[in-house]
């Protein structure tokens, strides 16, 4: 029996009735093993670098809280990177950008009463010249993704564009912040019912029985 990164990070074991668990589900977990491959293993990084992917995988794994995913993408831009000054400017700016979301303005109408304010994320001018406009511009909209999605634009998707993102990048960039984000959702339950036993019999909960294809 193979292991994929989920069972890597958490140290599942084989055999072990979270490996089980799993593998109830195994169409599921092979895709989402797939989509980590095309995300980070592609062929062609043309639109999007290695280091770029990793990077923002680091940030947004590292907004979301799972310490073993977000050391797992912290290893794989130091590997990535050929200055441990980017290394360094990511791991500044991950800290700057935590917060609790989501919040952000509806359009108006009737679910402006639930409008709310929040930390708008932008990447320091020190940082910014380390990691460069494009770079920096794919934080910012990560971050928006993550925790003000209600705010997504055509004028966010035109600063990606002037920062020198084609239009195939930003496609992937999405995909990057949405496969993450729900690769932090299946590495959080799992990390739960790892810590409580007890409620192992209710795997019927497990994120993986959604679909790993966003």
Known sequence: ?????????????????????????????????????????????????????????????????????????????????????????????????????????YPEGPLSSE????????VSLENRSVLGEKLSAALEHAHLLVFRPRDASKAALDALLAAGWSTAGIVTISQLVAFLSFQVRIVEGLSALAAHPAANNLNDRLPEAASATA
Do not use: C, W
């Open 1 to 105: 029996m193979t292991t994929d990164l989920i069972d890597r990070v958490l140290s599942i074991a084989p055999g072990s009735h979270l490996d089980q668990l799993r593998r109830h589900r195994e169409v599921a977990r092979d895709n989402i093993e797939k989509a980590y491959v095309a995300l980070f293993e592609p062929v062609n990084t043309t639109e999007v670098s290695s280091l770029e992917r990793f990077a923002i995988a680091r940030f947004v794994t590292g907004l979301h809280g799972p310490l073993v995913l977000g050391t797992h993408y912290a290893k794989a831009l130091d590997s990535a990177a050929d200055r441990s000054d980017i290394v360094a400017a990511i791991t500044a700016e991950t800290a700057a950008g935590k917060t609790t979301g989501p919040y952000g303005t």
């Open 115 to 122: 409008n709310k304010a929040g930390l708008i994320y932008a």
